[in-house]
């Protein structure tokens, strides 16, 4: 018993472990210089444009974003350039919740890239899911839903191929207006508003590794109920023993 109660804890902890590290890679990024989240008003939609900025080389022309730290990587991904295409991305009618707006992104679904900067392109789809405002700050999918499927890469990128490996992600992206817009605002006019913005991609397991987790965790529970049983079963078997003296 004492073997088969090991045997599922290492099991368990090895399961756990294994998913658990996958689970926690974490890119951020930034809108590189010269780069906009643009809300074109009545339209009722949103795009990201590329950056116009020539300076420092024109390292950052016509690109979106660029990864400026991670979480559990190795660091392979800081510094590469990020976009998500297809925009512009429109949005449905805006539900109010107090100082909160909301609405659902309607389409089309966006067309992710990262490039390794050797030639290869991390690539994927993003649903945006949804655009909220509060008071001076906004968001896409701020409750980082998992909405980033089908990727794909073929380099050699340690942080890259760590993301592909998961095979889902939850990306989301984040804005500032000062004064404050609420979306009902930046829905409205013809001339369009535009800032810079910030986000993440979180590596999230397949539904494969999901099950996985919830076995290692199952394994965990079962290995308790064992430890109590035997418990149980030494106290009793204690009790006895004492009684026949």
Do not use: C, H
């Amino acid at each position: 018993m004492k073997i088969l109660n090991s045997f599922i804890l290492v099991t368990a902890a090895v399961v756990v472990s294994a998913v658990s590290s996958n689970a926690q890679l974490t890119l951020n990024f930034s809108s590189s210089p010269g780069s906009t989240i643009q809300f074109n008003g009545t339209q009722n939609s949103l795009q990201l444009n590329s950056s116009t900025f020539g300076g420092f080389g024109g390292i950052y022309l016509g690109t979106q974003w660029f990864v400026g730290s991670e979480n559990g990587g190795t660091g392979s991904a800081v510094g590469l350039f990020g976009d998500v295409a297809n925009g512009p991305f429109s949005y449905g009618a805006i539900t109010v919740n107090g100082t909160e707006q909301s609405a659902a992104i309607t389409g089309p679904l966006g067309g992710l890239s990262i490039n390794d900067g050797v030639g290869n392109s991390l690539t994927g789809i993003v649903d945006w899911a949804k655009i909220q405002t509060f008071e001076y700050s906004g968001a896409l999918n701020a409750s980082l839903v998992v909405n980033v499927s089908s990727l794909n890469y073929n380099g050699s990128n340690p942080d890259l191929q760590a993301l592909v490996a998961t095979g889902l992600g939850a990306m989301n992206l984040s804005f500032q207006f000062a004064p404050g817009e609420t979306l009902t605002q930046l829905s409205s006019g013809s001339t369009p508003f535009k800032t810079s913005y910030s986000g993440s991609i979180a590596a999230v397991p397949e539904p494969a590794s999901m099950g996985l987790l919830f076995l290692g965790l199952g394994a965990l529970f079962f290995s308790k109920v064992l430890r109590k049983s035997n418990a149980r079963f030494e106290n009793q078997a204690f009790r006895g023993q004492d009684q026949s003296n």
